[in-house]
């Protein structure tokens, strides 16, 4: 309709333009949303891939492969619960670290840093975000590892080694490496994570609310206690999630700095390992179609959903935030 | 009588004052402690970059970019890794734009309200922060396994999987920036819904998307634990894609826990390339977005 008036009000080579549209549109529309599938598709195929490779050890093991704790090639019995172990050990640890840091981080950028500082402040923390994993991995063997060898586990060892009920988390040799080490280079990593998503929350609060509390008389920090914490807490939470996320699926920094051992012990500096960094180590020496390399992919598979779940209740929780602003 | 009420006033006003002064103390320390935390990261941040440049420095030398990499004790260089991620990132980065770029677009333009928009946006986000090494292990699965042997495009497909939804996210939030108004006059002129995309949304935020598609080739330089299982690093010079192929990030990883002395520099030297490149990329993009605010 709307081509015939057209035509008729200004005639000429118009009446090309209805044509043209008929294909274009539709194929641009489409080419779009077939790479919006195509996304969809990815996703599905990485898991039914890890799925798919590792139901050689699901259908050997079964459960037992999420509840033994052996790792033997010479017997080709292989269990998921040491590695498992490590990956929630050292990511709890990073984030008993990470978070305090980073609330201090953020508090510091939005509460007390004057505008010409908390810009660039904000910048070396986000480029800390920015650092390679891998560098961090060479930075923690060769300046961090030393150090906690040489300082800090042997002063542990000596102030909480004999400590009744602590004993067992600070005793053993002071190599410098494992679970401990593991968690502090998480820490480090994960920490611009959640300090950035913990600044965009308590900047997105709405100034009138901190004001008439400063109003009132509170100090700055009654007013981040009363005010901006209880009103920004489902979104700080879901930071922290986000954070949890990336500490569970981190390999490179791990490996360089966690002993890779599969044993499951109390103490804090024997040497563990993750599910990400055993992948990391073993994966080039499995054979193809080997029980080990079904055994590996079927722990990417156990990771996969770790970390989606990890993942999914981040976003949620982020969502939520953001719907209350 | 007279006396009582001063009296009661400034033990009120003492207790108060008290109150007061405790929370001004409690302030004070919180303080303290958040700068202490700042402190500590940028100290983390500093000691990083610190040990990078004085370990590398000394084997960043013309011969160490000139040569390739050699059995130890021969004075071998970078020039295949360093060759290597340039080709891998670039063509992951020329494979994987335009599928985030389309989905993006898919996602601001098309998809308001439909359930596979939902979808594809959810598990895109999911990619966003999916371990990487994951990644890894599915191209090995559908591009190695099958070959039976290690290759540079197994290591492209790889790195092109995490650039497409950091593009996703950066083209979705940049293209809902863009004013609905200026939608709308183009389409009030007759131009098709297509042209109004590419030639109004896209181009108006075109900083924006610059930025997203810096920041995907700042991160896939680093990336080190997909290509263990897909390009695996190549100790000599190929730039074949059908052969294994090195990488700076696989060759930190290699050389670093060596036993030679002229190895664990050349790890040291790729450290202080990749993190000086990875972090000149985010700042150029930072600077460059942040002229898109103003």
Known sequence: MGAEVSLRTTGGPEHHAPVRRSWADPAFAGLARACGIAVLILISGIIAVMLFGGRQAFSTFGLGFLTSSVWNPVLHHYGALAPMFGTIVTSFIGLVIAVPLAFGVAFCLTEMAPGWLSGPLGTAVELLAAVPSIIFGMWGFFVIVPIMAQHIQPALIHSLGRVPFLHPFFSGAPFGTGLLTGGLILAVMVTPFIAAVMRDVFNSMPPVLKESAYGLGSTRWDVMRRVVLPWSRTAVIGGIMLGLGRALGETMAITFVIGNTNRISASLFSPGNTIASLIALEFPESEAGSLKLSSLLALGFVLMVISFITLACSRALLRRGRLVR | ?294
Request: with cysteine; proline share 4%; glycine share 10%.
């Open chain 2, 1 to 294: 009588m007279s006396t009582t009420m001063p009296d009661l006033a400034s033990a009120a006003h003492r207790r108060h004052s008290g109150l007061l002064r405790r929370r001004r103390n409690i302030d004070h320390v919180v303080t303290a402690l958040c700068a202490v935390a700042t402190f500590i990261v940028l100290a983390a941040l500093v000691s990083i970059l610190f040990t990078l440049v004085s370990n590398g420095i000394r084997g960043l030398t013309f011969s160490t970019l000139t040569r390739v990499t050699t059995p130890p004790g021969n004075g071998g260089g970078l020039l295949n890794p360093i060759i290597g991620s340039i080709i891998q990132t670039a063509m992951a980065t020329l494979i994987g734009t335009p599928v985030g770029l389309l989905a993006g677009i898919y996602l601001a333009e098309y998809g308001a309200g439909s359930q596979i928009a939902n979808a594809v946006r959810f598990v895109s986000d999911m990619l966003l922060s999916a371990p990487s090494i994951l990644v890894g292990l599915f191209v090995y699965l559908i591009l190695v396994a099958p070959f039976g042997h290690f290759s540079g495009i197994a290591g492209v497909a790889a790195l092109a999987i995490l650039v497409i939804p950091i593009v996703v996210r950066t083209t979705e939030d940049m293209l809902r920036l863009v004013p609905l108004s200026m939608r709308e006059a183009a389409a009030a002129l007759g131009a098709p819904r297509w042209k109004v995309i590419m030639l109004v949304s896209v181009r108006a935020a075109k900083r924006g998307l610059m930025t997203g598609v810096l920041l995907a080739i700042a991160r896939i330089a680093g990336e080190t634990a997909p290509l263990l299982f897909t390009s695996l690093g190549n100790l000599n010079w190929s730039v074949s894609l059908g052969q294994p192929m090195a990488s700076l990030p696989v060759t930190i990883y290699q050389y670093a826990g060596s036993a030679y002395d002229d190895w664990v520099q050349l790890a040291w030297t790729s450290a202080l390339l990749i993190t000086a490149g990875v972090l000149l990329i985010n700042i150029v993009a930072r600077v460059g977005l942040r002229g898109e605010d103003r």
